[in-house]
């Protein structure tokens, strides 16, 4: 069984260029999965990656961002 990478809505705020506001109110439309672990909310890996593939051209996701 694989794991998949979950972020918390800081990290997918910054991947995503979304603001957590609207990732709150696109789990809240259910246009975004989710997994809430006590007061925690985290974002699967793929969830983010379909939510780019939609509303966005594909952009892949780089867990090691260089310095620029």
Known sequence: ???ERQ???AE???LSGYSVAA???KIA????GYR???RIITVGESDLARLLG???PPVSI???????
């Open 12 to 14: 997918a705020e910054k």
């Open 23 to 25: 990732l709150r109110k």
């Open 29 to 32: 439309r259910r246009e975004l």
């Open 1 to 3: 069984m694989s794991l």
């Open 7 to 9: 972020y918390r809505l």
């Open 62 to 68: 780089d867990r090691n961002p260089s310095a620029a």
């Open 54 to 56: 939609e509303h966005r």
């Open 36 to 38: 809430k672990t006590g």
